[in-house]
């Protein structure tokens, strides 16, 4: 039995007015976790995967009384876990079974933009995409969801999201936990509200500044969830799928663990730490080891115990929330470790630098002082060179930055080495306000003068209010083209 303290946030004024925290109800960890399938791909006559994803509304009984109405693929609520390794062709059929336009966007893979299924690729009720590409990139923990214009925090809380890992030769040859759902487990973590009549309730809290949060936690959809740890080390594929909440991830007895991979895959060692923050959208695969016989929760800590500064108290980031039980049985099997080297090293840091741009996030829709204007391309980059941009959360509200197509480098921090936790690929950050992260990232492979990638705050209502940009990758000689009109109408 846990307990769920939230600090009293109010809407404008929560970060100068929060309440001492609150005990406002327990959690009984009395339903298994629930693992998401593995997609099951068929193959076509040229060799591609072709996976097959079935947009759907459905009901779930999260609660006694009536069952909440959910989006799903494949299912009712969240969707499979796809699996994909480094140099296969992958194809989907992606049916939008809703009675309104939706998309599925592959956060954190590198494919074409006519690909990426942001704004421009909408599926129109019962129309059906097929996008198709080449996986490659180094093993990672990457996710879907919508990307509607101005509707993808809506679609993302009603259940559409799932997880897509990207496997490589070099990750499976590391023995690190790997059985999926025994000691490599996807944890999709979500924050709800729900009304007296077990609906989700996002209406009113989306016109706040923060969004919306949820004072209940689901992990891949499970309510009060425990896990039945049969190994002694467990990898956690951790993603912060909630449309606006912080994590600070910790265990009950504050237990170290390893951080081994950030959003575009395995850091070259594992850092040992006993907390971690994930804002929306990003994610971390870290590693725990267990005690035969005991029990233990994964849980957030408020923004006191740990942070890195006083961003935290935004956005839930002040909260103490339980989220999953471990139960370890009497004997743990022990085979895996975690090596003394793993991924490639970020290797920006020294490269030439094509160009230079600043990016000053602030209110609730603005990036530069503009807001999203999906036929507005905002810049070019070359294809093949490396640019820096320098980010900042210019007011006092919380943001992050995802940036569609590339992983970055996180050079600096206000000037310094970033914190461990950074030190990895990354696709998505967290901003402290008036601070400047500088972030290198290379454009390769794939050009479209025409058809742009977005960047922006993950904060999902943020980005539904305009918080985002457009820019295109041009071939040699290649100049910025326009958006088709017809682009978003798939
Ligand atoms: Cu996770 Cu532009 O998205
Ligand atoms: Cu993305
Ligand atoms: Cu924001």
Same mark, same amino acid.
């Given at each position: 039995?846990?307990?769920?303290?939230? #600090?009293?946030? %109010?809407?404008?004024?929560?970060?100068?007015?929060?309440?001492?925290?609150?005990?406002?109800? $327990?959690?009984?960890?009395?339903?298994?976790?629930?693992?998401?399938?593995?997609?099951?791909?068929?193959?076509?006559?040229?060799?591609?995967?072709?996976?097959?994803?079935?947009?759907?509304?459905?009901?779930?009984?999260?609660?006694?009384?009536?069952?909440?109405?959910?989006?799903?693929?494949?299912?009712?609520?969240?969707?499979?876990?796809?699996?994909?390794?480094?140099?296969?062709?992958?194809?989907?059929?992606?049916?939008?079974?809703?009675? $309104? %336009?939706?998309?599925?966007?592959?956060?954190?893979?590198?494919?074409?933009?006519?690909?990426? #299924?942001?704004?421009?690729?909408?599926?129109? @009720?019962?129309?059906?995409?097929?996008?198709?590409?080449?996986?490659?990139?180094?093993?990672?923990?990457?996710?879907?969801?919508?990307?509607?214009?101005?509707?993808?925090?809506?679609?993302?809380?009603?259940?559409?999201?799932?997880?897509?890992?990207?496997?490589?030769?070099?990750?499976?040859?590391?023995?690190?936990?790997?059985?999926?759902?025994?000691?490599?487990?996807?944890?999709? =973590?979500?924050?709800?509200?729900?009304?007296?009549?077990?609906?989700?309730?996002?209406?009113?809290?989306?016109?706040?500044?923060?969004?919306?949060?949820?004072?209940? +936690?689901?992990?891949?959809?499970?309510?009060?969830?425990?896990?039945?740890?049969?190994?002694?080390?467990?990898?956690?594929?951790?993603?912060?799928?909630?449309?606006?909440?912080?994590?600070?991830?910790?265990?009950?007895?504050?237990?170290?663990?390893?951080? +081994?991979?950030?959003?575009?895959?395995?850091?070259?060692?594992?850092?040992?730490?006993?907390?971690?923050?994930?804002?929306?959208?990003?994610?971390?695969? =870290?590693?725990?080891?267990?005690?035969?016989?005991?029990?233990?929760?994964?849980?957030?800590?408020?923004?006191?115990?740990?942070?890195?500064?006083?961003?935290?108290?935004?956005?839930?980031?002040?909260?103490?929330?339980?989220?999953?039980?471990?139960?370890?049985?009497?004997?743990?099997?022990?085979?895996?470790?975690?090596?003394?080297?793993?991924?490639?090293?970020?290797?920006?840091?020294?490269?030439?630098?094509?160009? $230079?741009?600043?990016?000053?996030?602030?209110?609730?829709?603005?990036?530069?002082?503009?807001?999203?204007?999906?036929?507005?391309?905002?810049?070019?980059?070359?294809? #093949?060179?490396? $640019?820096?941009?320098?980010?900042?959360?210019?007011?006092?509200?919380?943001?992050?930055?995802?940036?569609?197509?590339?992983?970055?480098?996180?050079?600096?921090?206000? %000037?310094?080495?970033? @914190?461990?936790?950074?030190?990895?690929?990354?696709?998505?950050?967290?901003?402290?306000?008036?601070?400047?992260?500088?972030?290198?990232?290379?454009?390769?492979?794939?050009?479209?003068?025409?058809?742009?990638?977005?960047?922006?705050?993950?904060?999902?209502?943020?980005?539904?209010?305009?918080?985002?940009?457009?820019?295109?990758?041009?071939?040699?000689?290649?100049? =910025?083209?326009?958006?088709?009109?017809?682009?978003?109408?798939?």
């Amino acid at each position: 039995v846990g307990a769920v303290a939230l #600090g009293g946030a %109010g809407t404008l004024g929560y970060f100068w007015n929060k309440s001492k925290l609150e005990t406002v109800g $327990e959690i009984d960890f009395d339903t298994p976790l629930a693992v998401p399938p593995l997609a099951e791909p068929t193959e076509d006559p040229s060799g591609a995967r072709v996976f097959n994803l079935e947009i759907q509304s459905g009901t779930v009984a999260f609660k006694d009384g009536r069952e909440t109405e959910t989006w799903g693929v494949n299912g009712p609520f969240l969707g499979p876990t796809i699996r994909a390794k480094r140099g296969e062709e992958v194809a989907f059929a992606v049916h939008n079974g809703l009675d $309104e %336009g939706t998309s599925i966007h592959w956060h954190g893979m590198h494919l074409p933009s006519v690909m990426d #299924g942001g704004p421009h690729q909408e599926v129109e @009720p019962d129309g059906v995409w097929t996008p198709q590409w080449t996986v490659n990139q180094p093993a990672a923990t990457l996710w879907y969801h919508p990307h509607p214009h101005g509707r993808t925090g809506h679609h993302v809380y009603r259940g559409l999201a799932g997880m897509f890992i990207v496997d490589d030769d070099e990750s499976a040859g590391l023995n690190l936990p790997s059985d999926y759902g025994v000691d490599d487990v996807p944890m999709i =973590i979500q924050d709800r509200k729900f009304n007296g009549d077990n609906q989700f309730d996002d209406n009113a809290s989306f016109m706040s500044m923060q969004g919306i949060l949820g004072d209940e +936690i689901m992990v891949n959809g499970t309510l009060g969830p425990y896990f039945d740890v049969s190994t002694r080390l467990v990898r956690l594929r951790l993603l912060n799928g909630s449309v606006s909440r912080l994590y600070n991830f910790g265990f009950s007895d504050d237990r170290p663990f390893s951080l +081994i991979a950030t959003d575009g895959g395995l850091l070259p060692q594992a850092w040992e730490t006993d907390r971690l923050q994930l804002s929306p959208g990003e994610r971390a695969e =870290i590693v725990v080891a267990f005690e035969p016989g005991e029990s233990v929760v994964l849980r957030s800590n408020p923004a006191d115990e740990g942070y890195e500064g006083p961003l935290a108290r935004f956005n839930g980031g002040d909260d103490l929330l339980d989220i999953c039980e471990f139960r370890a049985a009497d004997t743990l099997a022990d085979t895996t470790e975690i090596p003394e080297t793993m991924g490639a090293a970020p290797d920006l840091a020294d490269a030439e630098v094509a160009e $230079e741009r600043s990016f000053s996030l602030s209110g609730f829709n603005q990036i530069n002082g503009e807001s999203m204007d999906p036929m507005r391309i905002d810049f070019g980059v070359r294809e #093949g060179t490396v $640019e820096v941009w320098e980010v900042e959360n210019a007011d006092g509200f919380m943001h992050n930055f995802h940036v569609h197509d590339v992983q970055y480098q996180v050079l600096t921090v206000d %000037g310094q080495e970033p @914190p461990p936790r950074l030190r990895g690929w990354k696709d998505t950050v967290q901003l402290v306000p008036q601070t400047k992260y500088r972030l290198a990232m290379r454009f390769a492979d794939y050009t479209d003068p025409n058809l742009p990638y977005m960047f922006h705050c993950h904060i999902l209502v943020h980005e539904d209010s305009g918080m985002m940009g457009q820019f295109v990758v041009l071939g040699e000689g290649e100049e =910025i083209g326009a958006v088709p009109p017809s682009a978003s109408a798939a």
